[in-house]
C-alpha cells in the first residue's frame, strides 16, 4: 500500500473549534514517562507552530479537515483532525518545516507528545532516504478515550516495531535516525485526534518562512 506524501497547499484556517465547541483552557495530562521539555523555538520565527513544527499535513485517507489547521489558543497553537474511515490514513509532521528536509536524531533520547484520541493509532519515524511507502519503523499511541495525555517515547530500536500488513523496513532504525524527515501518525480506523505539544530531545527544528 502506497504512502506517498502529497504536496498540499499550505492554509492556516484559525478555527475555534473541530469537535467540540470552545477553547480548550485545562489539560487533563498524565505522564506516561519522564517528558522533554518544549522544544527551542527560532526567536527570528513568528510562524504558527507546535513546538516550533510549523506543517501538520493531512494526507491520505479520509479526513477533516483536508487541509492543514492550525487552531490559535493564547498564545499557543495546536491542531485537531479526524480519521473517518477504516481505510489507512497518514497525518504528516516535517521535522524541517518543508519537504524533504532532514534531521539527524542520533544523539536525541526522543520525543514526548501531549495528545487525546478516541483510539489506538501508531507514529511513524519516515528518513528521507526512505519517505515512501508503509513499511516504517513505528510504536503505537493508545487511544486516551477523548482526554489529553502526555506520553514519552524514545528513540531506541527496542520501543520501535513494524506492521506485517504494512511490511517490514529494509533498513535499520538507527540508519532512519540519521536522515528523520518526518513524524507521520497513521491509523485504519475511525478516530478523533487533538495534538498539543510534541517536542523532541536536542531538536531545534528550522524556521521555514513559507508560508
Not at 480519521?83 to 521535522?95: A, D, I, P
Request: glycine share 10%; net charge neutral.
Amino acid at each position: 500500500m502506497a504512502f506517498g506524501c502529497a504536496i498540499i497547499v499550505i492554509g492556516y484556517l484559525l478555527a475555534a473549534s473541530l469537535f467540540t465547541t470552545g477553547t480548550v483552557s485545562q489539560r487533563n495530562t498524565s505522564a506516561l514517562g519522564a517528558p522533554y521539555p518544549a522544544n527551542r523555538l527560532n526567536s527570528a520565527c513568528d510562524k504558527p507552530s507546535i513546538d516550533g513544527l510549523q506543517h501538520w499535513i493531512p494526507s491520505e485517507g479520509t479526513m477533516v479537515p483536508t487541509t492543514e489547521t492550525l487552531i490559535q489558543d493564547g498564545s499557543k497553537w495546536f491542531t485537531r483532525v479526524e480519521f473517518k474511515g477504516s481505510e489507512w490514513h497518514t497525518f504528516v509532521v516535517w521535522l524541517g518545516n518543508k519537504y524533504g528536509g532532514q534531521a539527524d536524531l542520533t544523539k536525541s533520547a526522543g520525543f514526548t507528545v501531549t495528545y487525546s484520541s478516541t483510539d489506538d493509532f501508531y507514529v511513524q519515524l519516515r528518513p528521507f532516504s526512505h519517505w515512501s511507502g508503509g513499511d516504517k519503523w513505528l510504536t503505537t499511541l493508545p487511544s486516551t478515550g477523548g482526554q489529553l495525555q502526555t506520553k514519552t517515547i524514545k528513540f531506541d530500536a527496542a520501543s520501535w516495531t513494524y506492521l506485517a500488513e504494512l511490511g517490514k523496513p529494509d533498513y535499520t532504525f538507527a540508519s532512519a535516525l540519521t536522515d528523520a524527515s518526518g513524524l507521520v501518525f497513521v491509523g485504519k480506523t475511525p478516530n478523533k485526534l487533538e495534538f498539543r505539544a510534541l517536542p523532541i530531545d536536542g531538536f531545534t527544528p528550522p524556521c521555514n518562512p513559507w508560508p
